[in-house]
């Protein structure tokens, strides 16, 4: 229920503390904070969500950090052990009252509708031309408009789900 998660722990390896605040921010869709302490320094990695500026929220705790930067959904710090709950609560607290409940759902953005006779590999093609995706140029997503009529598991352990589909233009 909390607007914000700020976590840390002893020697946590600071190579995946970015991952891990990634991975918590698809889980539940709050600016996340994960800390690694070293020597009684909270080395951390923050990632934000859409709509909400992280490094301005961070910047109204700037008096509790060695050291902090980055950017409107992405940032680093250091700050001291005995800095660490104030931050919690501080960051938290900035975020409740800066995001409305709705903030805390994540959005889907549809690029466009298309048809499931539209989807062929000449599609496919063309938008594999608008590679490299990432932040600055994400992947497109298309919407479309069928009917599951069935599904099965398939592949190693299951992992991987098939189904067939019927819009009103055609069946695949």
Known sequence: DQAAIVIWGQDWHPGVIGIVASRLVDLYYRPTVVLSLQERMG???ARGIDGFHLYEALAECRDLFVRFG???MAAGMQL???NLITFQ???TAFCAENLASQDLVPKLRIDGEVSLAEITESLIE???LLEPYGVGNPGPTLQVNAAVL???MVGQNNRHLQCVLQDGTAQG
């Open 43 to 45: 080395i951390g990695s």
């Open 70 to 72: 980055g950017h409107a």
């Open 80 to 82: 001291l052990e005995e």
């Open 89 to 91: 609560r501080r960051f």
């Open 126 to 128: 063309e938008l594999s």
């Open 150 to 152: 069935r599904t099965r």
